[in-house]
C-alpha cells in the first residue's frame, strides 16, 4: 500500500494555474482525501516553505506539509527543519563573478532562510526593476515575496545569520522560450565542468538551480522517508523539470507530467496529466 506522495509543485501539483484559487478543485479534493486518510503529502519543490502554508491552507489540513524545499536543500517535517544544506557564501561569489560575464543572463535568484526571494538583474536595464516586481505580483496566488537589488544580495552574503540554499541565473521570462532554455541548457553543461566538484546544476526551463555538490530531491525525500520508515516502493513520485529527474529515477513508482519534456519523461515509469489522476494508483504494491 502507498503510505505517502511525494509531489513537485510548478508545472506539476500547480498544473493547470489557478492563480486565485492556486490548486485544481480536483487537485485540491485529492489531497484532502490524502490528509485525511493520513498518507503523506511531500511537497517537493524549488521555492521556499512559505508556499506549503499556502497549499496547508488551501486543503484544510489537519497537519504540518512534510516538505522538500529548495529542490533538497530544506527537509521540513511537522513543521520543523530536520535538516538543511546552505552554500558556501564564499563561493557563492565566485559564482556572481562567473555570472557577470555571461550577457545572456537576465537576473540571478537567492533563496534562502530569509524570507521572500533576492533578486539581482544582472544584464537587465535596472530602470525595469518596478516592472519585473509587477510581472512577479502577477503570479496571483503563486506570487513570493521579492527584493531586487544587487546591494540587498551583498549585504545578506556579509549577514552570518543567512543562509543560501539555492542559486537560480535566469536566461529569460517564459517558460516556453526556447532560445533561454538552450541558454540555460548550454550553461548548465559548461558550469558542470567547471564547478561540478563543488554544486549541482540543474535545468528548469530557462533557469538554472544551483545546489550544494550531493544534494537533490531523491537523496533528501530518501532522508526523510528513512526516518518514518516509509520503504521507496510505498511512495509515488511525481515531477515534470530537470531537477525532478533524480527523483524519478530512483522510486519504483515514478510519474512524468504529459506536457514534460522528453528527456524527463523517459526517466519515469509512467505518466499522467493531472496530479489527482494518482487516486488509482494508491493500491500500488
Known sequence: MIKAIATDLDGTLFYPKRKIRLLKSKNRKFLKTLDENNIEIVVVTGRNRSIAEKIERRIQSKRKLSMIGCSGSLIIHDGEVIREKPIDKQKILKLIDEFENEKEIKSIIFMGNFKGMLIHLTHFPKIFSPLVLLGLRFQGAYYEKSYIGKKRVMKMLEDDTSKVFKVMPIFGYSDFGKRGMKKAKEFASRMREKFGSDFEFFESGTAV???VKGTDKAESLKELFSKY???DNEVLVVGDSGNDIP??????????MKHAPEYVKKCAKNEIEYVYELEKYLTTK
Open 229 to 231: 520508515n516509509i520503504n
Open 209 to 211: 538551480e544551483i545546489l
Open 247 to 256: 527523483m524519478l529515477q530512483q522510486f519504483p513508482n515514478s510519474f512524468a
